[in-house]
Protein backbone atom coordinates (compact mmCIF):
# COMPACT_ATOMS: atom_id res chain seq x y z
CA UNK A 1 0.00 0.00 0.00
CA UNK A 2 3.28 1.98 0.34
CA UNK A 3 3.95 2.46 -3.36
CA UNK A 4 0.29 3.38 -3.86
CA UNK A 5 0.59 6.53 -1.16
CA UNK A 6 3.59 7.37 -2.53
CA UNK A 7 3.09 7.77 -6.23
CA UNK A 8 -0.18 9.14 -6.58
CA UNK A 9 -0.52 12.28 -8.69
CA UNK A 10 -2.78 14.99 -7.72
CA UNK A 11 -5.29 15.26 -10.56
CA UNK A 12 -5.21 18.61 -12.40
CA UNK A 13 -8.64 20.00 -11.99
CA UNK A 14 -8.87 22.91 -9.79
CA UNK A 15 -12.33 22.05 -7.52
CA UNK A 16 -15.00 24.60 -7.31
CA UNK A 17 -16.54 25.72 -3.91
CA UNK A 18 -19.11 23.26 -4.38
CA UNK A 19 -16.80 19.85 -4.85
CA UNK A 20 -15.07 21.19 -1.64
CA UNK A 21 -18.01 21.55 -0.10
CA UNK A 22 -18.82 17.74 -0.97
CA UNK A 23 -15.10 16.53 -0.21
CA UNK A 24 -15.78 17.98 3.19
CA UNK A 25 -19.36 16.45 3.68
CA UNK A 26 -17.89 12.88 3.15
CA UNK A 27 -14.86 13.46 4.80
CA UNK A 28 -17.11 14.12 8.09
CA UNK A 29 -19.48 11.33 6.91
CA UNK A 30 -16.33 9.23 6.72
CA UNK A 31 -15.06 10.13 10.48
CA UNK A 32 -18.41 9.57 11.75
CA UNK A 33 -18.80 6.54 10.63
CA UNK A 34 -15.13 5.51 11.62
CA UNK A 35 -15.64 6.89 14.85
CA UNK A 36 -18.81 4.89 15.60
CA UNK A 37 -17.45 1.16 14.55
CA UNK A 38 -14.14 2.32 16.82
CA UNK A 39 -16.70 2.80 19.77
CA UNK A 40 -18.61 -0.50 18.61
CA UNK A 41 -15.60 -2.39 18.81
CA UNK A 42 -14.82 -1.90 22.24
CA UNK A 43 -17.53 -4.42 23.06
CA UNK A 44 -16.22 -8.00 23.64
CA UNK A 45 -16.62 -10.61 20.52
CA UNK A 46 -20.40 -11.66 19.95
CA UNK A 47 -20.88 -12.31 16.67
CA UNK A 48 -21.14 -16.45 15.62
CA UNK A 49 -18.20 -16.79 13.38
CA UNK A 50 -16.19 -15.25 15.89
CA UNK A 51 -16.92 -17.63 18.15
CA UNK A 52 -17.02 -20.77 16.54
CA UNK A 53 -14.17 -20.34 14.16
CA UNK A 54 -12.12 -16.30 13.83
CA UNK A 55 -11.20 -16.17 17.85
CA UNK A 56 -12.18 -19.73 18.71
CA UNK A 57 -9.52 -21.82 16.51
CA UNK A 58 -6.70 -19.54 17.81
CA UNK A 59 -7.41 -19.52 21.15
CA UNK A 60 -7.50 -23.28 21.13
CA UNK A 61 -3.67 -23.08 19.18
CA UNK A 62 -2.61 -20.68 22.05
CA UNK A 63 -3.64 -23.67 24.27
CA UNK A 64 -2.62 -26.60 22.63
CA UNK A 65 0.19 -25.64 20.33
CA UNK A 66 -0.15 -23.63 16.77
CA UNK A 67 -1.39 -25.88 14.44
CA UNK A 68 -2.74 -28.38 16.79
CA UNK A 69 -4.86 -30.91 14.67
CA UNK A 70 -8.18 -29.95 15.55
CA UNK A 71 -10.08 -33.42 13.90
CA UNK A 72 -13.66 -32.12 15.28
CA UNK A 73 -13.63 -28.75 13.25
CA UNK A 74 -13.57 -28.27 10.09
CA UNK A 75 -13.03 -24.58 9.94
CA UNK A 76 -9.39 -24.96 11.31
CA UNK A 77 -8.54 -26.47 7.94
CA UNK A 78 -9.46 -23.43 6.17
CA UNK A 79 -6.59 -20.89 4.75
CA UNK A 80 -5.83 -18.41 8.22
CA UNK A 81 -3.56 -15.63 7.16
CA UNK A 82 -5.58 -13.24 9.15
CA UNK A 83 -6.51 -15.57 12.03
CA UNK A 84 -2.73 -16.05 12.48
CA UNK A 85 -3.03 -12.41 13.61
CA UNK A 86 -5.87 -12.83 16.08
CA UNK A 87 -3.95 -15.95 17.54
CA UNK A 88 -0.84 -13.51 17.94
CA UNK A 89 -2.97 -11.14 19.87
CA UNK A 90 -4.96 -14.03 21.99
CA UNK A 91 -1.13 -14.74 22.92
CA UNK A 92 -0.45 -11.78 24.19
CA UNK A 93 -3.66 -12.16 26.24
CA UNK A 94 -5.67 -9.55 24.60
CA UNK A 95 -8.84 -10.03 22.19
CA UNK A 96 -10.09 -6.13 21.70
CA UNK A 97 -7.68 -5.22 18.87
CA UNK A 98 -8.74 -8.13 16.86
CA UNK A 99 -11.70 -6.43 15.91
CA UNK A 100 -9.41 -3.27 14.96
CA UNK A 101 -7.42 -5.24 13.08
CA UNK A 102 -10.18 -6.57 11.15
CA UNK A 103 -11.51 -2.92 10.50
CA UNK A 104 -8.28 -1.73 9.10
CA UNK A 105 -8.39 -3.82 6.30
CA UNK A 106 -11.95 -2.17 5.43
CA UNK A 107 -9.85 1.19 6.36
CA UNK A 108 -6.77 0.13 3.64
CA UNK A 109 -9.63 -0.63 1.09
CA UNK A 110 -10.95 2.47 1.22
CA UNK A 111 -7.80 4.23 0.92
CA UNK A 112 -6.58 2.04 -1.93
CA UNK A 113 -9.95 3.31 -3.44
CA UNK A 114 -9.23 6.94 -2.91
CA UNK A 115 -5.69 6.80 -4.34
CA UNK A 116 -6.80 4.83 -7.56
CA UNK A 117 -9.29 7.04 -8.22
CA UNK A 118 -7.95 10.19 -7.81
CA UNK A 119 -5.39 8.85 -9.76
CA UNK A 120 -8.03 7.59 -12.54
CA UNK A 121 -10.57 10.54 -12.30
CA UNK A 122 -10.40 12.87 -9.96
CA UNK A 123 -10.16 13.93 -6.35
CA UNK A 124 -14.22 13.97 -6.17
CA UNK A 125 -14.74 10.55 -7.48
CA UNK A 126 -11.79 9.41 -4.52
CA UNK A 127 -13.59 10.69 -2.12
CA UNK A 128 -17.18 9.71 -3.63
CA UNK A 129 -15.52 6.31 -4.05
CA UNK A 130 -14.46 5.80 -0.59
CA UNK A 131 -17.66 6.49 0.90
CA UNK A 132 -19.54 4.47 -0.97
CA UNK A 133 -17.56 1.50 -0.33
CA UNK A 134 -16.73 2.47 3.92
CA UNK A 135 -20.41 2.97 4.28
CA UNK A 136 -22.05 0.09 2.50
CA UNK A 137 -24.01 -1.35 5.41
CA UNK A 138 -22.04 -5.09 5.53
CA UNK A 139 -18.98 -2.89 5.29
CA UNK A 140 -19.76 -1.45 8.14
CA UNK A 141 -20.93 -4.70 10.26
CA UNK A 142 -18.06 -6.33 9.21
CA UNK A 143 -15.93 -3.82 10.48
CA UNK A 144 -17.25 -4.31 14.36
CA UNK A 145 -16.95 -8.42 13.92
CA UNK A 146 -13.54 -10.68 14.05
CA UNK A 147 -13.97 -12.18 10.77
CA UNK A 148 -12.04 -12.24 7.77
CA UNK A 149 -14.11 -10.96 5.25
CA UNK A 150 -12.52 -7.72 4.83
CA UNK A 151 -8.75 -8.89 4.43
CA UNK A 152 -9.99 -11.32 2.00
CA UNK A 153 -11.52 -7.93 -0.07
CA UNK A 154 -8.24 -6.02 0.81
CA UNK A 155 -5.75 -8.53 -0.80
CA UNK A 156 -8.36 -9.36 -4.17
CA UNK A 157 -8.68 -5.34 -4.69
CA UNK A 158 -4.55 -4.82 -4.01
CA UNK A 159 -4.25 -7.42 -6.97
CA UNK A 160 -6.50 -6.07 -9.26
CA UNK A 161 -5.56 -2.31 -8.80
CA UNK A 162 -2.14 -3.43 -9.20
CA UNK A 163 -2.52 -4.77 -12.19
CA UNK A 164 -4.49 -2.15 -13.45
CA UNK A 165 -1.50 -0.05 -12.72
CA UNK A 166 1.09 -2.47 -14.09
CA UNK A 167 -0.61 -2.14 -17.34
CA UNK A 168 -0.55 1.90 -17.19
CA UNK A 169 2.85 2.22 -16.51
CA UNK A 170 4.51 0.19 -19.08
CA UNK A 171 4.63 -3.25 -16.94
CA UNK A 172 6.61 -2.43 -14.69
CA UNK A 173 7.56 -5.21 -12.49
CA UNK A 174 6.91 -4.15 -9.17
CA UNK A 175 3.20 -3.97 -10.06
CA UNK A 176 3.01 -6.89 -11.15
CA UNK A 177 4.76 -8.80 -7.53
CA UNK A 178 2.47 -6.73 -5.61
CA UNK A 179 -0.52 -8.30 -7.89
CA UNK A 180 0.78 -11.37 -7.01
CA UNK A 181 1.39 -10.72 -3.38
CA UNK A 182 -2.32 -9.63 -2.92
CA UNK A 183 -3.86 -12.63 -5.02
CA UNK A 184 -1.40 -15.20 -2.92
CA UNK A 185 -2.79 -13.56 0.12
CA UNK A 186 -6.52 -13.53 -0.87
CA UNK A 187 -6.10 -17.29 -1.17
CA UNK A 188 -4.59 -17.70 2.05
CA UNK A 189 -6.96 -15.87 3.57
CA UNK A 190 -10.68 -18.33 2.31
CA UNK A 191 -10.57 -20.69 -0.39
CA UNK A 192 -12.62 -18.30 -1.98
CA UNK A 193 -9.36 -16.51 -3.34
CA UNK A 194 -9.06 -19.97 -5.61
CA UNK A 195 -12.30 -18.55 -7.73
CA UNK A 196 -10.22 -15.01 -7.94
CA UNK A 197 -6.90 -16.97 -9.02
CA UNK A 198 -8.27 -18.05 -12.60
CA UNK A 199 -9.76 -14.26 -13.11
CA UNK A 200 -6.82 -12.95 -12.04
CA UNK A 201 -4.54 -14.84 -14.52
CA UNK A 202 -7.16 -14.00 -17.17
CA UNK A 203 -6.60 -10.08 -16.43
CA UNK A 204 -3.03 -10.31 -16.87
CA UNK A 205 -3.32 -11.94 -20.04
CA UNK A 206 -5.93 -9.40 -20.79
CA UNK A 207 -3.75 -6.30 -19.84
CA UNK A 208 -0.46 -7.77 -21.28
CA UNK A 209 -2.12 -8.10 -25.02
CA UNK A 210 -4.06 -4.92 -24.88
CA UNK A 211 -0.87 -3.13 -24.13
CA UNK A 212 1.14 -4.69 -27.01
CA UNK A 213 2.63 -7.67 -25.69
CA UNK A 214 2.73 -11.12 -27.70
CA UNK A 215 1.12 -14.11 -26.35
CA UNK A 216 4.32 -15.39 -25.73
CA UNK A 217 4.68 -12.20 -22.66
CA UNK A 218 1.20 -12.72 -22.34
CA UNK A 219 1.70 -16.73 -21.29
CA UNK A 220 5.06 -15.44 -19.64
CA UNK A 221 3.35 -13.49 -17.19
CA UNK A 222 0.59 -15.55 -16.83
CA UNK A 223 2.53 -18.09 -15.66
CA UNK A 224 4.63 -15.96 -12.83
CA UNK A 225 1.44 -14.61 -11.29
CA UNK A 226 -0.34 -17.96 -11.31
CA UNK A 227 3.07 -19.73 -9.98
CA UNK A 228 3.93 -16.48 -7.40
CA UNK A 229 0.20 -16.32 -6.17
CA UNK A 230 0.41 -20.26 -5.67
CA UNK A 231 3.42 -20.34 -3.97
CA UNK A 232 2.15 -17.85 -1.29
CA UNK A 233 -1.01 -20.50 -0.68
CA UNK A 234 1.54 -23.32 -0.64
CA UNK A 235 2.18 -23.25 3.29
CA UNK A 236 -1.66 -24.15 3.83
CA UNK A 237 -1.62 -26.43 1.48
CA UNK A 238 1.37 -28.41 2.97
CA UNK A 239 -0.67 -28.24 6.48
CA UNK A 240 -3.51 -29.66 5.20
CA UNK A 241 -1.68 -32.65 3.61
CA UNK A 242 -0.05 -33.19 7.08
CA UNK A 243 -2.79 -33.49 9.15
CA UNK A 244 -5.27 -34.83 6.86
CA UNK A 245 -3.31 -35.78 3.26
CA UNK A 246 -5.56 -33.44 0.78
CA UNK A 247 -4.50 -29.88 0.45
CA UNK A 248 -7.69 -28.23 -0.21
CA UNK A 249 -9.13 -30.52 2.80
CA UNK A 250 -11.87 -30.53 3.05
CA UNK A 251 -12.55 -29.59 -0.63
CA UNK A 252 -12.70 -32.20 -3.64
CA UNK A 253 -12.95 -35.35 -0.76
CA UNK A 254 -13.82 -37.50 -3.53
CA UNK A 255 -10.64 -36.59 -5.40
CA UNK A 256 -8.23 -35.70 -2.90
CA UNK A 257 -9.27 -37.56 -0.38
CA UNK A 258 -8.97 -36.99 3.49
CA UNK A 259 -11.10 -37.85 6.32
CA UNK A 260 -14.72 -38.18 6.18
CA UNK A 261 -16.71 -36.25 8.04
CA UNK A 262 -20.70 -35.16 8.35
CA UNK A 263 -21.39 -33.03 5.80
CA UNK A 264 -24.74 -31.62 4.17
CA UNK A 265 -24.45 -33.70 1.18
CA UNK A 266 -24.63 -33.05 -1.95
CA UNK A 267 -25.95 -28.87 -2.50
CA UNK A 268 -28.73 -28.52 -5.36
CA UNK A 269 -27.57 -25.12 -7.61
CA UNK A 270 -29.29 -21.84 -6.38
CA UNK A 271 -32.19 -22.05 -8.79
CA UNK A 272 -33.38 -25.16 -6.66
CA UNK A 273 -32.29 -24.39 -3.65
CA UNK A 274 -34.23 -21.13 -3.42
CA UNK A 275 -37.15 -22.84 -4.69
CA UNK A 276 -37.39 -25.48 -2.08
CA UNK A 277 -36.25 -23.26 0.45
CA UNK A 278 -38.38 -19.90 -0.42
CA UNK A 279 -40.50 -20.99 -2.72
CA UNK A 280 -38.69 -18.65 -5.13
CA UNK A 281 -40.10 -18.56 -9.07
CA UNK A 282 -36.86 -18.97 -11.43
CA UNK A 283 -36.80 -15.41 -12.66
CA UNK A 284 -36.75 -14.53 -9.06
CA UNK A 285 -33.78 -16.28 -8.30
CA UNK A 286 -32.24 -15.27 -11.57
CA UNK A 287 -32.92 -11.88 -10.78
CA UNK A 288 -30.69 -12.22 -7.08
CA UNK A 289 -27.74 -11.20 -7.94
CA UNK A 290 -29.83 -7.90 -8.27
CA UNK A 291 -32.29 -7.88 -5.73
CA UNK A 292 -29.55 -8.27 -3.28
CA UNK A 293 -28.55 -4.63 -3.60
CA UNK A 294 -32.24 -3.91 -2.47
CA UNK A 295 -33.67 -6.41 -0.57
CA UNK A 296 -30.95 -7.67 1.76
CA UNK A 297 -31.74 -7.82 5.48
CA UNK A 298 -29.23 -8.96 8.29
CA UNK A 299 -29.59 -12.27 9.62
CA UNK A 300 -32.24 -13.27 6.93
CA UNK A 301 -30.85 -15.85 4.75
CA UNK A 302 -34.11 -15.75 2.31
CA UNK A 303 -32.91 -12.13 1.67
CA UNK A 304 -29.14 -12.74 1.71
CA UNK A 305 -28.61 -11.94 5.05
CA UNK A 306 -26.74 -9.21 4.62
CA UNK A 307 -27.40 -5.16 3.94
CA UNK A 308 -25.71 -3.80 0.49
CA UNK A 309 -26.32 -0.10 -0.95
CA UNK A 310 -28.23 0.63 -4.34
CA UNK A 311 -25.82 3.31 -4.73
CA UNK A 312 -23.35 0.57 -6.32
CA UNK A 313 -25.71 -0.14 -8.69
CA UNK A 314 -27.84 2.22 -10.01
CA UNK A 315 -24.83 3.95 -11.72
CA UNK A 316 -24.00 1.56 -13.93
CA UNK A 317 -25.30 2.56 -17.03
CA UNK A 318 -24.36 6.10 -17.17
CA UNK A 319 -20.30 4.77 -16.38
CA UNK A 320 -20.61 1.53 -19.07
CA UNK A 321 -21.97 4.71 -21.17
CA UNK A 322 -19.42 4.69 -24.30
CA UNK A 323 -16.45 7.21 -23.51
CA UNK A 324 -16.78 6.70 -20.01
CA UNK A 325 -13.26 5.96 -17.73
CA UNK A 326 -10.59 3.38 -18.52
CA UNK A 327 -10.96 0.18 -17.32
CA UNK A 328 -14.97 0.07 -16.99
CA UNK A 329 -15.41 -3.09 -18.49
CA UNK A 330 -12.52 -4.73 -17.16
CA UNK A 331 -14.23 -4.09 -13.90
CA UNK A 332 -17.21 -4.62 -15.16
CA UNK A 333 -16.53 -7.68 -16.38
CA UNK A 334 -14.74 -9.01 -13.13
CA UNK A 335 -17.66 -8.13 -10.96
CA UNK A 336 -20.23 -10.06 -13.69
CA UNK A 337 -17.46 -12.98 -13.71
CA UNK A 338 -16.99 -13.51 -10.59
CA UNK A 339 -20.30 -13.10 -9.75
CA UNK A 340 -21.45 -15.85 -12.28
CA UNK A 341 -18.66 -18.33 -10.31
CA UNK A 342 -20.44 -17.80 -6.95
CA UNK A 343 -23.79 -18.44 -8.21
CA UNK A 344 -23.45 -21.25 -9.62
CA UNK A 345 -21.84 -22.64 -7.03
CA UNK A 346 -24.81 -24.27 -5.47
CA UNK A 347 -26.45 -22.95 -2.80
CA UNK A 348 -27.72 -20.55 -1.21
CA UNK A 349 -26.41 -16.80 -2.21
CA UNK A 350 -25.61 -14.83 0.42
CA UNK A 351 -23.82 -11.45 0.73
CA UNK A 352 -20.50 -12.08 1.98
CA UNK A 353 -19.90 -14.27 -0.90
CA UNK A 354 -19.89 -11.50 -3.34
CA UNK A 355 -18.01 -8.77 -1.03
CA UNK A 356 -14.68 -8.81 -3.26
CA UNK A 357 -17.22 -7.03 -5.64
CA UNK A 358 -18.04 -4.37 -3.76
CA UNK A 359 -14.32 -2.34 -3.89
CA UNK A 360 -15.13 -2.39 -8.27
CA UNK A 361 -18.45 -1.53 -7.86
CA UNK A 362 -17.80 1.53 -5.50
CA UNK A 363 -15.25 2.64 -7.81
CA UNK A 364 -17.78 2.17 -10.93
CA UNK A 365 -20.12 4.06 -9.04
CA UNK A 366 -18.23 7.21 -7.79
CA UNK A 367 -17.26 7.47 -11.55
CA UNK A 368 -20.71 7.35 -12.95
CA UNK A 369 -21.63 9.85 -10.59
CA UNK A 370 -18.72 12.29 -11.89
CA UNK A 371 -19.68 11.25 -15.68
CA UNK A 372 -23.24 12.10 -15.00
CA UNK A 373 -22.28 15.84 -13.34
CA UNK A 374 -20.05 16.92 -16.37
CA UNK A 375 -23.02 15.29 -18.71
CA UNK A 376 -25.36 17.47 -17.08
CA UNK A 377 -23.03 20.85 -17.30
CA UNK A 378 -26.12 23.40 -18.41
CA UNK A 379 -28.54 22.11 -16.58
CA UNK A 380 -28.75 22.98 -12.76
CA UNK A 381 -31.78 21.67 -11.87
CA UNK A 382 -30.50 18.23 -13.16
CA UNK A 383 -27.59 18.58 -11.16
CA UNK A 384 -29.36 19.26 -8.38
CA UNK A 385 -31.59 15.75 -8.62
CA UNK A 386 -28.10 14.09 -8.78
CA UNK A 387 -26.60 15.62 -5.62
CA UNK A 388 -30.54 14.66 -3.88
CA UNK A 389 -30.26 11.09 -5.17
CA UNK A 390 -26.48 10.96 -3.85
CA UNK A 391 -27.38 12.17 -0.37
CA UNK A 392 -30.89 10.18 -0.35
CA UNK A 393 -28.77 7.26 -1.02
CA UNK A 394 -26.26 7.85 2.00
CA UNK A 395 -28.82 8.59 4.32
CA UNK A 396 -30.20 5.37 3.58
CA UNK A 397 -26.55 4.11 4.44
CA UNK A 398 -26.56 6.40 7.47
CA UNK A 399 -29.83 5.03 8.96
CA UNK A 400 -28.55 1.69 8.88
CA UNK A 401 -25.11 2.80 10.85
CA UNK A 402 -27.48 4.45 13.42
CA UNK A 403 -29.91 1.04 13.73
CA UNK A 404 -27.17 -1.08 13.73
CA UNK A 405 -25.28 0.98 16.64
CA UNK A 406 -28.22 1.20 18.37
CA UNK A 407 -28.29 -2.98 18.38
CA UNK A 408 -24.82 -3.39 19.49
CA UNK A 409 -25.33 -0.66 21.90
CA UNK A 410 -22.15 -0.38 23.57
CA UNK A 411 -22.54 3.14 25.33
CA UNK A 412 -23.33 1.19 28.93
CA UNK A 413 -20.00 -0.89 28.37
CA UNK A 414 -17.92 2.10 27.80
CA UNK A 415 -19.03 4.32 29.75
CA UNK A 416 -18.73 1.19 32.30
CA UNK A 417 -22.08 1.26 33.57
CA UNK A 418 -22.23 -2.50 32.68
CA UNK A 419 -19.44 -5.24 32.93
CA UNK A 420 -18.57 -7.39 30.31
CA UNK A 421 -19.62 -10.04 31.75
CA UNK A 422 -23.37 -8.35 31.69
CA UNK A 423 -22.82 -7.24 27.98
CA UNK A 424 -21.74 -11.06 27.00
CA UNK A 425 -24.69 -12.51 29.13
CA UNK A 426 -27.12 -10.48 26.51
CA UNK A 427 -25.84 -11.38 23.36
CA UNK A 428 -25.00 -14.57 23.96
CA UNK A 429 -26.90 -17.17 25.73
CA UNK A 430 -25.05 -20.13 26.78
CA UNK A 431 -22.66 -17.89 28.00
CA UNK A 432 -23.55 -18.54 31.92
CA UNK A 433 -23.76 -21.92 31.95
CA UNK A 434 -20.28 -21.77 30.20
CA UNK A 435 -19.10 -19.75 32.91
CA UNK A 436 -20.23 -22.03 35.36
CA UNK A 437 -18.08 -24.56 33.99
CA UNK A 438 -15.23 -22.47 33.48
CA UNK A 439 -15.33 -21.93 37.52
CA UNK A 440 -16.31 -25.22 38.77
CA UNK A 441 -15.25 -27.86 36.43
CA UNK A 442 -11.89 -29.04 37.02
CA UNK A 443 -8.94 -28.72 34.63
CA UNK A 444 -8.51 -31.93 33.42
CA UNK A 445 -12.69 -31.87 32.24
CA UNK A 446 -13.69 -32.80 28.66
CA UNK A 447 -16.83 -31.26 27.54
CA UNK A 448 -18.93 -32.85 24.50
CA UNK A 449 -21.25 -30.16 23.05
CA UNK A 450 -24.59 -31.05 21.47
CA UNK A 451 -26.74 -28.42 20.08
CA UNK A 452 -24.69 -25.52 21.12
CA UNK A 453 -24.26 -24.35 17.83
CA UNK A 454 -20.20 -24.97 17.95
CA UNK A 455 -19.70 -21.80 20.19
CA UNK A 456 -16.44 -22.86 22.15
CA UNK A 457 -14.77 -19.36 22.63
CA UNK A 458 -15.73 -18.35 25.98
CA UNK A 459 -15.20 -22.26 27.14
CA UNK A 460 -12.22 -22.50 29.34
CA UNK A 461 -12.17 -26.33 29.22
CA UNK A 462 -11.30 -28.72 27.00
CA UNK A 463 -14.18 -29.69 24.15
CA UNK A 464 -15.40 -31.36 21.07
CA UNK A 465 -18.50 -31.18 18.96
CA UNK A 466 -20.07 -32.92 15.56
CA UNK A 467 -18.60 -30.85 12.59
CA UNK A 468 -21.60 -29.26 11.20
CA UNK A 469 -24.51 -31.62 12.32
CA UNK A 470 -24.70 -31.23 16.16
CA UNK A 471 -25.51 -34.46 16.73
CA UNK A 472 -25.34 -37.07 13.82
CA UNK A 473 -21.45 -38.74 14.73
CA UNK A 474 -23.30 -39.48 18.38
CA UNK A 475 -26.69 -40.47 17.01
CA UNK A 476 -24.34 -42.89 15.15
CA UNK A 477 -22.84 -44.06 18.33
CA UNK A 478 -26.69 -44.57 20.05
CA UNK A 479 -27.87 -46.37 16.37
CA UNK A 480 -24.92 -49.06 16.44
CA UNK A 481 -24.68 -49.65 20.46
CA UNK A 482 -26.49 -52.31 22.03
CA UNK A 483 -27.40 -50.86 25.53
CA UNK A 484 -26.50 -48.02 27.39
CA UNK A 485 -23.23 -49.41 28.54
CA UNK A 486 -22.06 -49.25 24.90
CA UNK A 487 -22.80 -45.33 24.88
CA UNK A 488 -20.52 -45.16 28.54
CA UNK A 489 -17.90 -46.93 26.73
CA UNK A 490 -17.67 -45.09 23.32
CA UNK A 491 -17.76 -41.42 25.74
CA UNK A 492 -15.02 -43.05 27.76
CA UNK A 493 -12.79 -44.23 24.55
CA UNK A 494 -13.20 -40.65 24.05
CA UNK A 495 -12.01 -39.45 26.92
CA UNK A 496 -15.51 -37.19 28.04
CA UNK A 497 -16.45 -36.08 30.79
CA UNK A 498 -19.05 -33.54 30.69
CA UNK A 499 -21.52 -33.13 28.46
CA UNK A 500 -23.26 -29.48 27.73
CA UNK A 501 -26.68 -29.60 25.56
CA UNK A 502 -29.88 -27.86 24.44
CA UNK A 503 -31.85 -30.11 26.06
CA UNK A 504 -35.15 -29.25 23.76
CA UNK A 505 -33.11 -29.60 20.33
CA UNK A 506 -30.99 -32.39 21.65
CA UNK A 507 -33.75 -34.52 22.38
CA UNK A 508 -35.98 -33.62 19.36
CA UNK A 509 -33.08 -34.09 17.18
CA UNK A 510 -32.90 -37.75 18.52
CA UNK A 511 -36.21 -38.76 18.88
CA UNK A 512 -36.89 -37.83 14.94
CA UNK A 513 -33.82 -39.90 14.05
CA UNK A 514 -33.22 -43.10 16.30
CA UNK A 515 -35.22 -46.21 15.99
CA UNK A 516 -37.53 -46.59 19.48
CA UNK A 517 -35.44 -49.26 20.80
CA UNK A 518 -32.06 -46.72 20.34
CA UNK A 519 -33.89 -44.02 21.72
CA UNK A 520 -34.48 -46.50 25.24
CA UNK A 521 -30.82 -46.94 25.14
CA UNK A 522 -30.27 -43.38 25.48
CA UNK A 523 -32.90 -42.58 27.87
CA UNK A 524 -31.30 -45.52 29.77
CA UNK A 525 -27.99 -44.07 29.46
CA UNK A 526 -29.40 -40.56 30.30
CA UNK A 527 -30.71 -42.09 33.76
CA UNK A 528 -28.18 -43.80 34.93
CA UNK A 529 -24.75 -42.59 34.02
CA UNK A 530 -25.35 -38.64 33.67
CA UNK A 531 -25.73 -36.12 36.29
CA UNK A 532 -26.93 -32.85 36.00
CA UNK A 533 -24.76 -30.44 37.16
CA UNK A 534 -26.47 -26.92 36.13
CA UNK A 535 -29.27 -25.71 34.45
CA UNK A 536 -29.79 -22.61 32.88
CA UNK A 537 -33.11 -22.43 30.90
CA UNK A 538 -32.89 -24.91 28.21
CA UNK A 539 -29.61 -25.89 28.33
CA UNK A 540 -28.02 -27.99 30.81
CA UNK A 541 -24.18 -29.59 31.75
CA UNK A 542 -23.66 -32.47 32.55
CA UNK A 543 -21.42 -35.16 33.97
CA UNK A 544 -20.83 -38.70 33.14
CA UNK A 545 -20.42 -41.10 35.77
CA UNK A 546 -18.20 -43.59 35.83
Request: proline share 5%; glycine share 8%; charged share 20%.
Amino acid sequence: MRIFLTEEKEHSDHPTKAHLLLRWGVLAFLVTVAVSEIIMNFTPPVSRDALIHHLAIPKLYVKKGLFHNLPFSIPSYYPMNLDLLYWAVLRMGAETPAKFIHMSFGLGTAILIFFHLRRESSETAAWLGSMFFFTTPIIVKLSTAVYVDLGFIFFSTLAVLSLLRWHSEGFRRRWLLLAIAGSGLAMGTKYSGILLLPLLTAVVVRLRVSGGGGSASALRDALVFTAGSLMLFLPWCIKNVLQTGNPLYPLFLSVLGGPEYVSYGPVPGALLYRKWMYGEQWWQTLLAPLRMFFQGQDDVPRYFDGVLSPALVVFLPIVLWRGGPRYRWLLFGFCVLYGTFVFFRGGDIRVRYILPLVPFLAILAAQGVVRFWRLLQGHPVARAALGFLVVALMVQNSAYCLDFFRKVDPMPLVRGKETREEYIRRRVPDYSIMSYANAHLPEDTRILFLFMGNRGYYCERDYVYDTYFSGESFRRVIASSCSADDILKYLESQRITHILLNKRLTLDFFHNNLQPEKERNLHYFLKKYVEPVRVEGTYYLLQVKR
